[in-house]
């Protein structure tokens, strides 16, 4: 069947309606910028997931990098998203403008020479992500411990897949299927979602990020909920292997080591984030037991909207006193939030 003939039975589809979940943010960003949606019948339904890292990240890690942005000679560097994610009270963005040390950068890696030319200034990298974006963050401290620089602090709100949808399937999340993350499989390889396929009888497509990979992912997800399979099938075998990148694997493993963690408007999903280890301690800027999630508008529907149990336009918030230049919740922040994608197409 070529690609048009998918698009064509997905946009006909007249079965029992299926909801399927991307938890991706990347995924959220593409399915948004090419209208996917819109090619769909009314009865395949999209819902956009835990997977933007800032839109996870609870507010007690936001709160925590304001503090030590107001520390002395010390600087929080940070990717340009997270700076407006809203903590318990304000975001890093308004704690700079009242004196807070914070600089943006594009890479982890500008870290180390921003530590070379200020030695006696400690500088708090804050590190979240998933699995596509720690195997960056062992690099750094590679490079750091060759060089012998030693003020250098990660801060880590890192999480893991798996955990984070058994949280979604057993919380009574409306799951018929999971757009798996591309990037993270590049990572894990497709074989990571077997189990979670098998425990919860659902299937899984791993997917690129083109218009045409998308579809692809959709129609392979619809038919394999028509015939009553629960397994992995790969989209995205241009990228993802089977198995795991071993060397990327040991670098996880010589660094980091599971921990539990709060996801921002879920709970503590037991075994779902990562830790240094405690032979690198000496570079943690204090990131266990940053579980604390309290809302800044406690009105924002965050929470439900990543569980795929609410819609953005559901949140009272969305569109009035929440938009992207003045976001009251995560999902707003980033061109991988949910809210920002949906805000963006209606305006």
Sequence with gaps: MDIKQMVAYLASYAGSPIHLMEVCGSHTHAIQAHGIRDLLSPNIELLSGPGCPVCVTPTAYIDKLIDLSLQPNTTVVTFGDLLRVPGSKESLNEAKGRGGSVEMVYSPMNVLQLAKDNPNRIYVFAAVGFETTAPVYTVLLDNAIADGITNIRLLTALKTMPGAISYLCDNGARIDGFIAPGHVSAVTGAD????????????????????????????????????????????????????????????????????????????????????????????????????????????????????????????????????PMKPQGACMVSEEGSCFNVYLTKN
Excluded at 265 to 286: K, N, Q, T, V
Excluded at 317 to 322: T, Y
């Design 192 to 323: 990571y979602f077997n189990g979670l396929a098998e425990k919860y009888h659902i299937p899984f497509a791993v997917s690129g990020f083109t218009a045409k990979e998308l579809v692809v992912a959709i129609y392979g997800l619809v038919k394999m909920i028509e015939n009553g399979e629960a397994r992995v099938a790969n989209y995205y075998t241009s990228v993802v292997e089977t198995s795991a990148n071993v060397i990327i694997s040991r670098q996880l493993e010589k660094y980091f080591r599971p921990c539990d963690v709060a996801w921002r408007g879920m709970e503590i999903i037991p075994g779902s984030g990562l830790l240094l280890r405690d032979g690198y301690a000496h570079f943690d800027a204090g990131s266990a037991d940053l579980n604390v999630d309290n809302k800044k508008n406690k009105a924002c529907r965050c929470g439900e909207i990543l569980m795929g149990k609410a819609k953005p336009t559901d949140c009272p918030l969305f569109g009035k006193s929440c938009t």
